[in-house]
């Protein structure tokens, strides 16, 4: 079973841009979800998504190390009690910033459920790192 999802980004956006895209409340709001964050270490964070026809998603956390280009969060899905951990790292570029994500801890939940959640973070990791890419080329262009 695996128990880590990796991902890798090169985005020919500045290490600052980037950065606060992925630790600042109204831009992570602006591309995932609605977020009550602040990357502070300590911080009890709370990520909501907009209702569907299965209700909405609560993850929620607590922030373990914020440094500069380095973030790492606790991540519980309200349901499921099962906490696994996010890291966010960022390393600048001759041409930008090159983003590597992280999310372990996913062996935790028990049998099934963990091979099931392991596809469905991978899955959703990927329409993040979309979402995060559509957001920082339309910033962009707003400038």
Do not use: R
Not at 56 to 64: A, H, L, Q, R
């Amino acid at each position: 079973m695996n128990d880590v999802i990796k991902k890798e980004k090169i985005f020919k956006h500045s290490i600052d841009k980037v950065w606060n895209a992925i630790s600042k409340a109204e831009e992570i709001s602006a591309w995932f979800i609605q977020a009550d964050f602040k990357a502070e270490k300590g911080y009890q964070y709370t990520f909501t998504s907009e209702p569907n026809e299965k209700g909405c998603t609560t993850i929620s956390g607590e922030v373990k190390e914020s440094n500069p280009y380095k973030l790492v969060y606790t991540w519980i899905v309200a349901e499921m009690k099962v906490e696994t951990t996010v890291t966010w790292e960022l390393e600048a570029t001759e041409n930008g910033t090159k983003l590597y994500l992280e999310h372990s801890g996913i062996s935790n939940y028990e049998g099934e459920t963990a091979v099931k959640m392991f596809e469905s973070f991978n899955g959703g990791w990927d329409n993040c790192i979309n979402g995060l890419t559509d957001y920082l080329k339309q910033l962009v262009n707003a400038g």
